[in-house]
């Protein structure tokens, strides 16, 4: 049985924000974490995601949504949930006790096809930045802690 600590990264479609972190976790952590992503509604990985992580050396081409629920009977160590509050409400993943909310705004919703490209390094960078943090703050609590403790929100 794998012991590598699970994170998933939930967000409505599951097309692009959580499937950039899902990219970048994987990328950045190695083999400390075991990433997954899922959505509240089936989607499939947005074009541009797979672009722009391209573009930095983050091959997300073969990863593909998850809906929620086929999650719910796996041990997820950590729940991160990408929403736009402004937009969207935050999806619900109820069977961790770790529990994270970024705000990002969601890339798709650029209303100018010229500008989408652009939202969409802006969301990845971002992203970026968060999944660090992440991979920072769980590998500390994992080393001292060596079991899941409840992590405070982002």
């Known amino acids: 049985m794998d012991k590598r600590p699970k994170i998933l990264f939930?967000?409505?479609?599951?097309?692009?924000?959580?499937?950039?972190?899902?990219?970048?976790?994987?990328?950045?952590?190695g083999e400390q974490f075991v990433p997954l992503?899922?959505?509240?509604?089936?989607?499939?990985?947005h074009p541009l995601a797979i672009e722009v992580m391209a573009e930095v050396?983050?091959?997300?081409?073969?990863?593909r949504p998850r809906e929620v629920g086929s999650l719910f009977k796996d041990?997820?160590?950590?729940?991160?949930?990408?929403?736009?509050?402004?937009?969207?409400?935050?999806?619900?993943?109820?069977?961790?006790r770790n529990l994270l909310k970024w705000c990002i705004s969601d890339p798709e919703a650029a209303a100018e096809p010229e500008e989408r490209k652009e939202d969409f390094r802006q969301v990845r960078d971002q992203i970026r930045l968060r999944v660090q943090e992440l991979i920072a703050t769980t590998s500390q609590l994992e080393r001292t802690y060596g079991e899941?403790?409840?992590?405070?929100?982002a």
């Open 10 to 29: 939930l967000s409505k479609g599951s097309a692009s924000r959580a499937q950039i972190a899902e990219g970048f976790l994987r990328h950045l952590s």
């Open 37 to 45: 992503s899922a959505g509240t509604e089936s989607s499939h990985v």
């Open 57 to 63: 050396g983050v091959d997300i081409s073969s990863q």
């Open 75 to 96: 041990t997820i160590r950590y729940a991160v949930v990408v929403c736009d509050p402004a937009r969207e409400k935050y999806p619900v993943f109820p069977f961790t």
């Open 148 to 153: 899941p403790r409840t992590v405070a929100a």
